[in-house]
């Protein structure tokens, strides 16, 4: 596996990162540090006040996903 995806994240982040999957819920982001902490990883972009995810935040939220099922459980 590479560590070039591999991010211990919060459940605060993974939860922003999720809902930024969908470029219709970005809007709905409103603690603007999460977004901060995500663009210092490199895995979100802000253009024009938006926040998008970038093609390296799909990887994380991609190989996350079993650690997504955890904090559920």
Do not use: H
Not at 28 to 37: F, H
């Amino acid at each position: 596996m590479s560590n070039d995806v591999d991010f211990d994240l919060s459940p605060d982040q993974w939860e922003a990162l999720r809902t930024l999957r969908n470029s219709t819920s970005s809007g709905r982001l409103s603690k603007a540090y999460l977004i901060e902490s995500l663009v210092k990883l490199g895995l979100v972009v802000v253009n024009d006040g938006v926040p998008a995810m970038t093609p390296r935040g799909r990887k994380v939220l991609v190989r996350g996903s079993c650690r997504l099922l955890d904090l559920v459980a």
